[in-house]
């Protein structure tokens, strides 16, 4: 099976390292493009708009009747390209007797219908397999055609573990890692917490008091770790701790992190 960095399967269809994903506000967006998509979607929840350079492309991410959709246009409002979520139960039977198989290591995580002009279009099925308690699972993506076919499976490359010596103090650890994350980082933009998505939101309200609690950074981010995601620091009023936490572009909690300042 071929194998493929990480990034690439969580950056997704539509991202390309070489292209930058700027969030827009909705009036910046061609009316071309607004009418074509209102007319299709009529109720679409958390819409969030991006231009795409250098081509001057936008995209539009959006949840479909509860289900993660990406749309791409060009500039004159002709769709290229669309990633849409469904249901699992929805699979081919091929598709789910294959992944019983050749998969029953793994756990489906989400499913898409990937269409690419007129002639590309396959099934996308994202497989997490556990690691330890403290490591993320692995993600792999299993793309079939219609018919249930296997196409191929990208498999994140799993990198060794470093062994750090004993004399490394807490201190030199901190700035290896603000270090490593600052050289990942592919574009790193400040917005305002409004700009978070909804499930973000609910899940920072349930472990804290936002009356009592002030974000010192709300940003979006693109990085090797997490593809593109958000990144938000919290931190209580005469508290000596700093929250952090990590979230997909849909608002699911990737990481958490508690500082000592």
């Known amino acids: 099976m071929k194998r493929l960095l990480l990034i690439v399967m969580l950056i997704g269809f539509f991202s390309n390292n070489s292209y930058c994903q700027t969030l827009i506000d909705v009036k910046k967006v061609p009316e071309a493009i607004t009418k074509k998509f209102a ?8 819409t969030k708009w991006f231009v795409i350079d250098p081509q001057k492309d936008y995209l539009v991410k959006f949840l479909n009747n509860g289900l993660d959709a990406e749309i791409k246009y060009d500039k004159l409002g002709k769709e290229i390209a669309s990633k ?27 499913a898409y219908l990937i269409i690419s002009g007129p002639t590309q279009k396959y099934y996308s099925v994202i497989l997490h397999k556990s690691q330890s308690r403290k490591k993320p699972p692995l993600v792999y993506d299993a793309q079939y055609n219609f018919q249930g076919v296997v196409i191929t499976v990208y498999e994140p490359t799993i990198e060794e573990e470093k062994v750090e010596e004993d004399t490394q103090d807490k201190y030199g650890e901190k700035v290896d890692k603000e270090l490593s994350d600052l050289e990942e980082v592919e574009y790193d933009k400040s917005i305002k917490k409004d700009d978070l998505p909804s499930p973000a939101i609910d899940y920072l309200k349930e472990r804290h008091d936002l009356i009592d609690y002030r974000f010192k950074e709300v940003r979006i981010r693109e990085n090797k770790t997490y593809g593109e995601h958000y990144y938000v620091e919290l931190k209580k009023q005469g508290e000596k701790k700093l929250f952090i936490y990590n979230f997909d572009i849909y608002g699911k909690m990737l990481s958490e992190e508690v500082q000592d300042l």
């Open 84 to 110: 849409m979520q469904i249901e699992i139960s929805k699979l081919n039977t091929k598709i789910a007797d294959d992944i019983r198989k050749n998969h029953s290591d793994k756990k489906i995580d989400k």
């Open 39 to 46: 007319k299709k979607y009529k109720t679409p929840q958390e």
